[in-house]
C-alpha cells in the first residue's frame, strides 16, 4: 500500500487534494500551520498511489511513497 506525505507548513489550505482524492483520504487538520491556514493532512487508508492529490498541489507539497 502506497502512502502520502503533506509538507504542512507548504500548505496554503486550497483543499485541491481534498477534493481531487478518489478515495478520500486527505482531509483538513484541526491546527493551524506557520501560514495561519488549516493544512491538508493524510488520514490514512487505502492509498492506491494515484499520484492526483501531488499533481494537482499547486505548491508541490505533496510525496508520495510507493
Ligand atoms: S493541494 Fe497542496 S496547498 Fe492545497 S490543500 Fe492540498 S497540500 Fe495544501
Ligand atoms: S495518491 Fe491517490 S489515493 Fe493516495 S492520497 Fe493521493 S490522491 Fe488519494
Known amino acids: ?9 507548504k500548505c496554503k489550505g486550497c483543499y485541491l487534494c481534498i477534493v481531487n ?4 483520504l486527505i482531509k483538513v487538520s484541526g491546527e ?3 501560514r495561519g ?4 493532512v493524510f488520514s490514512g487508508g487505502k492509498c492506491t498511489g494515484c499520484g492526483m492529490c ?13
Open 54 to 66: 501531488a499533481l494537482v498541489c499547486p505548491d508541490c507539497g505533496i510525496v508520495i511513497y510507493k
Open 1 to 9: 500500500m502506497a502512502k502520502i506525505k503533506i509538507n504542512k507548513d
Open 32 to 34: 493551524l500551520n506557520i
Open 21 to 24: 482524492c478518489p478515495n478520500g
Open 37 to 40: 491556514v488549516k493544512p491538508a
